[in-house]
């Protein structure tokens, strides 16, 4: 086992979505907020890949952009290798800091500048890192780069729109790695691609995981994806973790009963004869999240204690996970 | 033997551009029979999605039919004038979408549009329409109908919507359900509710549908059988299980392993190296032929057509004897 | 499946990018020119004024402001006729001065063009860059910006230009108001034009600014400033291209009506507009010429500048193609 080299501590980010100042003024109301992500905690070890698995408003995506300082916490302590990043990333250290992290995002379409060429933007990264590498060295990698991600030095010269989706992604992955990071957070980096490129580039991250010894913070919406590429999963519901674990464990025996549900909605692509179970109720807004247990209105083991009291995560198994009914051993 | 319900005879739709013609979809010839589930999957852009509009005739200009025929039972319905296919669809044939907001108009009360469409295409009461709307509500599943039937489509979730959705496809009493990636906007868990509701109900309704969805596992749970398309062209059409068990196109064999599954971890998934040609770089030959792991000289030079390898089965490549060329 | 993923033996680099021409004449711009009659005919119209004017002391029959070579018993000499009294040829007539009006035109279009195209500049470079500054930064910063915006718009333009040169007037040392007349006219008819480029580019800015490229780049810690530079405007560009097109009509037009009002240029440097304010006193008297030819001349300006502004909008428009 290796040391953490992220560890998330206590984090919380709220975000303001009250009406205008006036609005609010002449209607009487006060502020209101959304409380995108509460509380969650997790480390990821080094050269393995830990995955955030959830649905809409589950705060997946908030937690990405916590990671790389697109935004900054409300509430606890994002700590990379020994460091602080609450801080918010600034001043000399924060470029070395900075270097060693990247991030893939969903739609390569609206991640790749429509109106650069992509040796360009394979290139940015270098050209803020690398402030000493000349034209020539810096065009060398990016071509080295555009190998190493399956396409051809060639392709440099074209537009992001002249490629099509998984290629794209490609571009986007060659751009993340260009200045040699150590931990790249996905954010969904196959949910906008076709099955069977979805898994060449699945198969791609992988084996430059391999090769480059990467960290991945991996996050998806779907089981099977994630089951594929993560060591460790956290699953989220309305911006709480409900469970977290190690991989095999959580798939072999799921605790916490939103992840069972989760995995009973997986379809069942092999015909094994194993029905889907009609799981009940929607996701509810993250603008009214229940009072207790967030799950609790679809949870078909909810009891009065469930409706009032918010479930802490504790171990079970190889496993911890945020629910009531397992701590007492309802479940 | 029964009449089949849609009978889709070598269609091409076809986009004239300035750089030339490029062909969506190329001779694709199915049916479907009366009450049947029909799978439609392939990745973008292979014209599955096409094909469902070109039998509802709502290809969006300059796009048009080129060649073949489409019959609705024995009406052949592909060269009707926009008037007389207003009335086809909603009447014979329901539609949904992958975005419930397409389908809703977002200034209208739900109960306004539902009655609207019923009377419409059934000569009923507009009392009548209100009860049968409500009745429909309450099949899909939507709690306290009769109540909600007056909310207006923001005022429900993604879900709900699409369950409104379905009610509105399903209100003039169609016998063709198309449905285009219906759950594509929904998440995991709400995917699986929907899907059922769809099928139970057009069950009940005794309607078949044509599913269109890119996602295998929505195929496996809900069709009867299943078409692959691949490059505007049928690759292979057979019963849903005959085609995931044991896909005999070289494409949909790659297409099945690079599904992810859950019950293995940390593995390679299987891949097809490169990626769906572009409409206008087509290659000569089999489309599929600069990806196939078993590609040989003829597949280089010669198009195979969708020919019959077994009973029920129908599959695009020389691999199998029988095949003729297109 | 094979591994295509091995690095290549020799590290190759891309290639530079070749042939800008070409690629323009194979563009979706350039076809969509080619299919409309209107803009081909519009262009050819607005690049022979453009030339006429830039050309003007080289090509111009006559140099009007050279009173060496003015007689003022040409005065008044109708169109297609020879001078009275030399070998003068006036296409166009020629006016109270006896200057040719032809001659005349070629040099006030110049003027026309420099002021409208400066002043057109000026506004897109303070409109673009106010829009990008209150789209990228929120908050209190687009407030402030947008209610001056908001503000500015509720006036007409000419209103706006015609308070500044009044202000100009009252700053100015008097000895100076003759040569800076043109610079404030531009700064004027800019700065009742910002308003619009910073309403378009503010809400653009606001769409990309929330584009993962823009955050790709925020990752890796380019400056806010590079960002907006590099990142958004190129992306932002577009309508600023059409508006400007259009918007340069309307400040030909704009100087145009200043210059008739007598607040604009200088008679030492006649534009359009004060050949037109010139000619209208002596259309009553039968000297239609005088006044006809500079407003023909700046209609078809106007209109072929505006019908190439319609043309890029449509072009550039992915919706309508």
Known sequence: MSEPLLDVRHLSRRFDVSPPWLNRKLERTGKVYVNAVKDVSFSVKRGE?????????????????LIVGLLEPTEGEIVFDGQSLSRGLQGREARRLRRRFQMIFQDPLASLNPRWRVTDIIAEPLRAFERGMNDRARRLRVGELL?????SPEDGVKFPHQFSGGQRQRIAIARALAAKPEFIVCDEPTSALDVSVQAQILNLMKDLQDEFGLTYVFISHN???VRHMANEIGVLYLGRLAEVGESEALFEHPRHPYTRMLLDAV?????????RKKVEGEIPSPLRPPPGCPFNPRCPFANDRCRIEVPGLTPVGLQAAACHAVEEGRI | MTEPLLSVRNLAVEFPTRHGILTAVQDISFDIMPGEVLGMVGESGAGKSMTGAAIIGLIEPPGRIARGEIWLRDQRIDNLPPEKMRKIRGRHIGMIFQDPLTSLNPLYRISDQL?????THLPVSRDEARKRAVKLLDDVGIPDASRRIDDYPHQFSGGMRQRVVIALALCAGPELVIADEPTTALDVSVQAQIIEVMKELCAEHGAAIMLVTHDMGVIAEAADRVAVMYAGRLAEIGPVRDVIKDARHPYSQGLMGAIPRLGESLERLVHIPGSMPRLNAVPPGCPFNP??????????????ATSEIEPGRRAACWLYPGVTEA | MTMENAPAAKPIAPPRPKGRLRQ????????????????????IVAVSLILMAILAPWIAPHDPFNPASLNLMDGFTPPMSQSAFGDNWFLMGADNQGRDVFSTIMYGSRVSLFVGAMATLFAITLGVTLGLTAGYNGGTVDAIIMRIADIQLSFPGILIALLIFGIARGVIPANQQESMAIWVLIVAIGLSNWAQFARTVRGATMVERQKDYVSAARIIGVHPVLILIRHILPNVLGPVLVIGTIGLALAIIEEATLSFLGVGVPPTQPSLGTLIRIGQQYLFSGEWWILFFPAVTLVLLALSVNLLGDWLRDALNPKLR
Not at chain 3, 24 to 37: E, G, N, Q, V
Not at chain 3, 38 to 43: C, E, F, G, K, Q
């Open chain 1, 147 to 151: 190998t190493l991600v399956g396409l």
């Open chain 2, 291 to 304: 990806r196939c792991p078993k590609v040989f000289d003829k597949c280089r030079t010669h198009r195979p």
């Open chain 2, 115 to 119: 009655i609207e469409t019923i009377r």
């Open chain 1, 49 to 65: 890949t830990f995955a955030l698995v959830g649905e809409s408003g589950s705060g997946k995506t908030t937690i990405a952009r």
């Open chain 3, 24 to 43: 323009a004449l194979d563009s979706d711009i350039f076809y969509s020119y080619r299919r409309s009659p209107v803009t081909i005919v519009a262009s």
């Open chain 1, 223 to 225: 089981l099977q994806v």
């Open chain 1, 267 to 275: 379809p069942d692509i092999d015909m094994t004869g194993r029905r």
